[in-house]
């Protein structure tokens, strides 16, 4: 059971990135999405997107990130335009399973570094 996280780096601002995450032994994910956080703060959500298509954004990116997912591959990912210097952070993939959603997956998170 795994969250396999890839993308990320070093980018300047108003750069683009994209990140991908494939859950890998979990059964019945129905909520697949990005945390993040940045240092000396808490993590915090990015963008979740739902086995159904519901997308749900922090007020933060809205409009500059997108949050999409392929059901068959079990696979999210996000794809970051416009970034700032304020969106540079460990970014952490998250998976929701279960009947309740009771079970939660981390991935081991990917750094995400914006220079201005």
């Known amino acids: 059971v795994q969250l396999q996280a890839s993308g990320g780096g070093l980018v300047q601002a108003g750069g683009s990135l994209e990140l991908s995450c494939a859950a890998r032994?979990?059964?019945?994910?129905?909520?697949m999405g990005w945390f993040r956080q940045a240092p000396g703060k808490e993590r915090e959500l990015v963008a979740t997107i739902t086995r159904g298509g519901r997308t749900n954004y922090a007020g933060s990116v809205k409009d500059r990130f997108t949050i999409s997912g392929d059901n068959a591959k079990n696979t999210v990912y996000l794809q970051m335009n416009n970034l700032k210097p304020e969106d540079t952070a460990v970014y952490y993939c998250?998976?929701?399973?279960?009947?309740?959603?009771?079970?939660?997956?981390w991935g081991e998170g990917t750094q995400v570094t914006v220079s201005s």
């Open positions: 032994g979990i059964n019945s994910v129905n909520i």
């Open positions: 998250n998976a929701k399973a279960g009947i309740f959603n009771d079970l939660t997956y």
